[in-house]
């Protein structure tokens, strides 16, 4: 059974930080990318940042100079480090792993995978 385990969610005023976690249960040398995508009120889920299996970073352009995606792959987990934030980044959070199909460490995956975590909400107050 795949895991993702979202944490680090909750309400903080405008001008704070927060730091979301994922970690997942793959094996990190299927992993090509890893990512965190968020969906607010009335609006449809939208891409924020994401990291490749080279480290390259890839960020929304709202949230460029505030927000940093980065991965331990000892611990098989993304973060994103949010600061500076806008009542406008209120939104549930969803972290999203992408990764190929086949054998790594003798665990076989069967297809391309595309796994989303529960969601994580974030407020943002005024």
């Known amino acids: 059974q795949v895991q993702l385990v979202e944490s680090g969610g909750g309400l903080v005023q405008a001008g704070g930080s927060l730091r979301l976690s994922c970690a997942t249960s793959?094996?990190?040398?299927?992993?090509?990318?890893m990512g965190w995508y968020r969906q607010g009120p009335g609006k449809q889920r939208e891409l924020v940042a994401t990291?490749?299996?080279?480290?390259?970073?890839n960020y929304a352009d709202s949230v460029k100079g505030r927000f940093t995606i980065s991965r331990d792959n000892a611990k098989n987990t993304v973060y994103l480090q949010m600061d500076s934030l806008k009542p406008e980044d209120t939104a549930v959070y969803y972290c999203?792993?992408?990764?190929?199909?086949?054998?790594?460490?003798?665990?076989?995956?069967?297809?391309?995978?595309?796994?989303w975590g529960q969601g994580t909400q974030v407020t943002v107050s005024s």
């Open positions: 793959r094996r990190m040398l299927s992993i090509n990318a």
């Open positions: 990291i490749t299996s080279t480290g390259s970073t």
């Open positions: 999203n792993v992408k990764g190929s199909g086949g054998y790594y460490n003798a665990v076989y995956y069967p297809r391309d995978y595309d796994d």
